[in-house]
């Protein structure tokens, strides 16, 4: 199959404008292969540090310095249930590896933390820039340079995406992810949104959400909706750096222990030592990023990743922006509905055909990619196969031809939506992005007044009082990564979605995040500039009419444009934001945070941009 003409186009485009840079990446990425490993040429003292305490056979073979050491980057810790699994996977990968002839040794631990637990709590203003914290553990643990793979074991939020960032500034090394899979299904995701909802209103207390709420989230394994931890799953099958069909395995199985062991072994294979020398700089190139754009569309995934698969793509010398997002979205087919696109979680997603099927209609459309590298080997069709036990012996067939559920994974010349439910938004309030795939059409175009609010918690106090039960727009404005770190906001769906159920006409519109669980109520999000940084957000008042038009791509303020330039913006109030839970430890992150459609990196110096003293005096 041809390629689309789009995705040939948008790949075009994305090449043309990062020649330079990826240019330069790969520059140093052949430098560092050249080098080689430190372990053949550092001094004794070197090497005995790096093989002290491994055992007499591994410390031999890391000596002779002939076969594959794998680094082990690891992001376990057992109170996250998505990555309590991981702590058995270090034992299995250095048994395969010393079967497949090489060592492997845990290189290091990185940060892991839960937005399900810091949602809505001051923790989440660190949610963001833990992914840089990650990348940058990820980089210690590789820096000791006696490593020839890396096998990198994460799943949720913001972890894949540092360990990927972290990964790629070792191009020339191969890495293998590893995840631990989703847990198995519990309660319902509609039927936990409508006890949340009912909580909101105060129909039902505190005991019986909180018995609700561990019914849904009950075991080890990823939360089973569709939010960025899954998103980062499906991102890795489709970026071609999972084994085939690894994604939604479940965790503590038969089928799950194999794929690991295989994982390892693959990484021994495919490292400078093996037969099929494949770094991840080969891997991820910019088709690899278009295929993880047309992924992300394909199946509703999350708009977090309108930032951090920038921050990725960058890493690796690649430049993309929301532009590109938006020109895929109009031409990607919606194949997926998975909670809060749907009714269903990912486990009914795998069991009606998976990533296997979904990959090869979307290659039969000409919508991805085919010919990239992969971890797996040459060629993205191989992803079009499921693992499966022979015997106990791990095996892949082709996926299922006809999907088992049309409800929950819809074929290419069936879809769901004709396009992939994101949309980007400009006008005078800037640039943003909002997901549409959840959104009913009825719900899509919303004009009406501000209320503006400095914090979500200054919203659900006025929802509490009743003073929100009218047509609105919500403006949240001073949550972007320079003003507080950029937390997600889901704590304000239950409220906005009760208000849209009794008939308002509502909105959202902030400079902050929303939870990739988010999706009835349209929302305008990740509005840049930011209003710390001089956005235009940071001007609207209470009663100015809003318009957010996601079928026109529109958001615009109907002001006076005379009124509008002479408005005055009172400074914020963020001391409140800087202290307490860590918060003091990220001031420098905050400061150099680029902006959200640059990847809100906090590791690189930003563009200049507009002076926030120049923009921002008193009111």
């Not at 509609?190 to 989230?217: F, N, P, S, T």
């Not at 996601?550 to 006076?560: E, F, N």
């Amino acid at each position: 199959m041809s390629l689309h003409p789009v995705v040939s186009a948008v790949t075009a485009r994305i090449r043309e404008r990062s020649a330079a840079s990826r240019a330069t990446y790969l520059r140093h990425v052949e430098a560092a292969r050249q080098a080689g490993t430190a372990r053949a040429r550092v001094s004794c003292t070197n090497l005995a540090h790096a093989v002290a305490a491994f055992p007499p056979q591994d410390k031999q073979v890391l000596r002779v310095a002939r076969s594959p050491n794998l680094a082990i980057v690891s992001s376990y810790n057992d109170m996250l249930s998505a990555h309590q699994p991981l702590h058995r996977f270090p034992e299995i990968i250095k048994d395969a590896a010393r079967q497949a002839g090489a060592v492997a040794q845990f290189a290091g631990g990185v940060p892991a933390m839960c937005d399900g637990v810091t949602q809505g709590q001051p923790g989440m203003e660190l949610s963001l820039f833990s992914r840089d914290v990650i990348a940058m553990g990820t980089a210690i643990a590789l820096s000791h340079n006696v490593f020839d793979g890396v096998l990198c074991l994460g799943v949720c939020d913001k972890i894949v995406p540092g360990l990927l960032i972290g990964a790629l500034q070792f191009g020339h090394l191969p890495a293998v992810f590893v995840p631990a899979g989703p847990m198995t299904s519990g309660l319902p995701n509609d039927e936990k949104a409508k006890i949340r909802q009912l909580h909101a209103q105060g129909k039902v207390g505190r005991d019986e959400l909180l018995k609700a709420e561990m019914q849904a989230y009950h075991g080890p394994g990823t939360c089973t909706f569709y939010g960025t931890a899954n998103s980062n799953q499906m991102l890795m099958e489709v970026m071609g750096l999972h084994l085939p069909g690894a994604a939604f395995v479940n965790p503590n199985t038969p089928l799950r222990d194999a794929l690991t062991r295989a994982a390892a072994q693959r990484a021994a294979h495919i490292t400078q030592a093996g037969a099929e020398y494949t770094p991840i700089a080969e891997v991820v190139d910019e088709r690899t990023i278009a295929n993880a754009l047309v992924g992300l569309l394909a199946t509703g995934g999350s708009t977090n990743h309108t930032i951090h698969l920038v921050a990725i793509a960058r890493a690796a010398g690649i430049v993309i922006d929301w532009d590109d997002f938006d020109r895929l979205s109009s031409a990607v087919p919606l194949l997926a509905r998975i909670y809060p696109n749907g009714s269903a979680d990912v486990n009914q997603f795998h069991a009606a055909g998976g990533m296997g099927l979904l990959i090869r209609e979307l290659l039969s459309k000409g919508l991805l990619h085919a010919d990239v590298k992969t971890v797996a080997g040459p060629g993205l069709s191989r992803y079009t196969h499921e693992p499966f036990l022979d015997d106990g012996a791990l095996r892949w067939r082709p996926a299922p031809e006809n999907s088992l559920d049309l409800e929950v994974l819809a074929h290419a010349d069936r879809p769901f939506s004709v396009d992939g439910g994101l949309k980007l938004l400009t006008g005078s309030l800037g640039r943003a992005v909002i997901k549409v795939s959840a959104v009913k059409p009825e719900h899509r175009v919303v004009e009406a007044p501000a209320l503006v609010f400095d914090s979500q918690d200054q919203m659900l106090d006025a929802f509490k009082r009743g003073e929100l039960e009218r047509d609105f727009v919500a403006v949240v404005r001073y949550q972007g990564p320079r003003a507080n770190g950029m937390p997600e906001l889901h704590k304000l769906t239950p409220a906005l979605g009760v208000l849209q159920d009794q008939g308002y006409r509502v909105a959202l519109v902030t400079d902050g995040r929303m939870s990739g669980a988010s999706g009835k109520v349209p929302a305008a999000i990740h509005v840049t500039p930011e209003c710390l940084n001089g956005g235009p957000l940071a001007r609207v008042r209470n009663g100015d009419l809003i318009r957010l038009d996601a079928v026109a791509g529109v958001l615009d303020i109907g002001v006076d444009a005379g009124e509008w330039a002479r408005r005055t913006v009172a400074p914020p109030k963020l001391d409140a934001n800087q202290h307490g839970v860590g918060r003091e430890l990220f001031a420098g992150a905050r400061a150099l945070a680029t902006g959200a459609e640059q990847g809100a990196v906090s590791f690189a110096a930003p563009a200049p941009a507009p002076s926030v003293a120049a923009e921002v005096t008193m009111a």
